[in-house]
């Protein structure tokens, strides 16, 4: 690797050094950052800022499905459209207001999670993929079915009132955007902290090695269910906050593109990894966004995107320190034994 | 002495192929057994009914005068949601249920006090030394999900004595100075006694070790001896497999040998030395391949 170090680059990696041992210097630096970024900007753009927030919010979600617990969740956007629809129901039907219709977002999507997954957790990875993606699409088609008569159908619900908070009405966009912000900032938080538990070993254990996992006392089993449990909980919470800015709810959130595009963001992003979904986020949404003639392509840039991160960087353009080991290791072992292979015949 | 682990008629089919057939056996406390015989004999089978990765086709296997081990119930049975979840529901289901119940899943066994490691060392591999024996803590501690978004005083607790009970467990096997190291990057007989750390650090009654020589030279093999008469001292039950007989024969109180599935001896080193059908399992009955016929006097 023979890289000469030059007084600027030690100079920079001193700085690098200081910064990981006081991590509240940039977390801090960052907060504040995020505060004063949408004050420049106009609505439109603030829009876009706080897009990129709620998709930051599910990729952190999806992220512990798939980078914690190491399942193939690609029917994530049903449970971020149950959560979207809760709100709008208890809004429209018993007229709660928005932000007490949240909890409730969380809990029916953390419920419907508990339900779909408890029955099919055994089952390896590609076919789990397989029913996830059978229940997005069970989901979208309830929805667009005007399923109970609560849904309302193909155009789904509107006139959701906006979000307030003590009287104030949030209604301009900068106000969205600081209410996202304060769920985001809870969220990272809140995976942090799981991460760095004892829920958040026993996530790694069962990623390594599910069956010395289990032989060490790990119920795998509830594992698993709490990490899926969790990501469509807060996933439902993000679909609460968007019914909150758009008042208009319809079945294409629950899309599968949608939850393509999720997954992607988590693995592009970097698996398993917090600034990885937002290096995700940025490249998945808000890139369209900000490009008129990349959001027509979007589609297609997903697709190109996926095929080559896969080929030159598996294991995502920010990725946690672990699965890039496993992922490296992987294919370490895989040339190995090709070349040993070659070597004996 | 009443038996810590026995197994009474334990059989295993797996489709046509009978891996274990009738086998009876018991464990006593505080001892050290081994269990012995050629490959494919059923023995890491054995190990696999104990620690519930598969229930036994027929049979039981009773640890403490709990049966942990037997055929499942009828598929019928089965359809029914098993009752309770967590440990205090295990212990429930148990009292409730007189008769076979839902098998036991691995990690209820390890909740019971049986720890074991495996034939290939399946060590958390990116993860480093004492992240892999804090695993083995896991078991013993309770913070879950609320406790760790919190940050209760309770969980952060815990927390620093998981850290302290880990390091405790690799020191026990002098494994302190590779603490940090990623399990993968520790040479082959290191690796080998993290597994057993990790296995120490559920803070088993019984103590199953799948093949702990394998691959060991005859130095590492001696200290493993040690190492294992150190843990016997600290009052945990060993039961080994082993295909090195001077280890067995050095090692073990007691040994039970199994061949094509059966038990075809059991007893003390000497007297399964002596068992004629030991021998002929592990040299063959007629003339070997050089025409020699074996003698059995003069095997060791």
């Known amino acids: ?345 | 002495m009443e038996a810590l682990l026995a197994a009474r008629d334990l059989t295993k089919r797996f489709g046509g192929l009978v891996a274990v057939d009738g086998v009876d056996f018991d464990v006593r406390a505080g001892e050290i057994v081994g269990l012995i015989g050629p490959n494919g004999a059923g023995k890491t089978t054995i190990f696999n009914l104990i620690t519930g990765i598969y229930p036994p086709s027929a049979g039981t296997i009773r640890f403490r005068d709990e049966a942990i081990a037997h055929p499942p119930p009828s598929w019928l049975a089965r359809l029914v949601p098993e009752r309770g979840r967590g440990r205090r529901g295990d212990q429930v289901a148990a009292a409730r249920h007189a008769g076979p119940g839902h098998p036991l899943r691995p990690h209820q066994i390890t909740a019971r006090g049986i720890a074991r490691t495996f034939q290939t060392v399946h060590l958390f591999r990116n993860l480093t030394a004492l992240e892999n024996v804090m695993a083995g803590v896991h078991h013993r501690t309770r913070a879950g999900v609320w406790g760790a978004l919190l940050k209760l005083r309770a969980q952060r607790r815990e927390e620093a004595w998981i850290v302290d009970e880990a390091e405790r467990a690799l020191a026990r096997l002098d494994l302190a100075p590779f603490r940090d190291e990623l399990a993968k990057n520790l040479p082959y007989g290191l690796q080998r006694r993290l597994e057993v750390a990790r296995a120490l650090a559920a803070k088993p009654a019984l103590l199953a070790l799948d093949e702990p020589a394998a691959g060991l030279n005859e130095q590492e093999t001696g200290e493993l001896i040690e190492r294992v008469r150190a843990i016997r001292a600290d009052g945990i039950t060993v039961f080994v497999i082993e295909h090195d007989m001077a280890m067995v024969m050095a090692l073990c109180e007691h040994i039970v040998v199994v061949d094509h599935g059966r038990k075809i001896a059991e007893g003390t080193p000497a007297e399964v030395q002596k068992n004629a059908d030991v021998i002929a399992a592990y040299l063959g009955e007629e003339d070997d391949e050089d025409g020699a016929v074996p003698d059995a006097q003069n095997e060791p």
């Open chain 1, 1 to 345: 690797m023979g890289v000469q170090m030059t007084s600027t680059r030690a100079g920079l990696e001193g700085i690098a050094a200081a910064l990981r041992r006081r991590p509240l210097i940039w977390q801090l630096g960052l907060l504040a950052l995020a505060l004063l970024l949408p004050l420049p900007l106009g609505d439109y753009y603030r829009t876009v800022a706080w897009r990129t927030g709620l998709y930051a919010i599910l990729g952190l979600s999806l992220t512990v499905i798939v980078g914690y617990a190491g399942l193939y969740q690609l029917g994530h956007a049903a449970f971020y459209a149950i959560g979207a629809y809760t709100s709008a129901i208890l809004n429209l039907r018993l007229g709660i207001p928005l932000l007490l219709t949240l909890p409730a977002s969380v809990c029916v999507s953390g419920l419907c999670g508990y339900v779909i997954t408890r029955p099919i957790l055994r089952l390896r990875g590609d076919y789990l993929m397989i029913v996830t993606i059978a229940f997005g699409e069970v989901v979208r088609l309830a929805l667009v079915n005007n399923i109970f008569g609560l849904t309302g159908g193909a155009n789904g619900l509107s006139g959701i009132a906006r979000p307030s908070l003590g009287g104030f009405e949030i209604r301009a966009p900068i106000h969205h955007y600081y209410l996202m912000l304060f769920f985001l900032v809870l969220t990272l938080a809140g995976i942090h902290r799981l991460q760095h538990s004892r829920l958040g070993r026993a996530w790694m254990c069962v990623r390594e090695d599910e069956e010395a996992a289990e032989a060490m006392g790990i119920d795998t089993t509830r594992v698993k269910l709490l990490a899926f449990v969790i990501g469509s909980a807060w996933a439902g919470l993000a679909g609460g906050l968007y019914a909150g800015k758009l008042t208009v709810v319809a079945p294409d959130i629950a899309k599968f593109m949608e939850s393509v595009v999720l997954f992607c963001i988590v693995v592009l992003g970097g698996t398993g990894s917090l600034p990885g979904v937002f290096v995700g986020t940025l490249g998945m949404v808000t890139l369209p966004e900000l490009f008129r003639p990349l959001r027509a392509w979007r589609d297609a840039w997903v697709g190109v995107a996926m095929v080559v991160m896969m080929i030159a960087r598996p294991e995502g353009l920010w990725p946690s320190r672990k699965v890039q080991l496993e992922i490296r290791g992987e294919k370490e072992e895989a040339s190995g034994r090709s070349a040993a292979a070659e070597a004996g015949s």
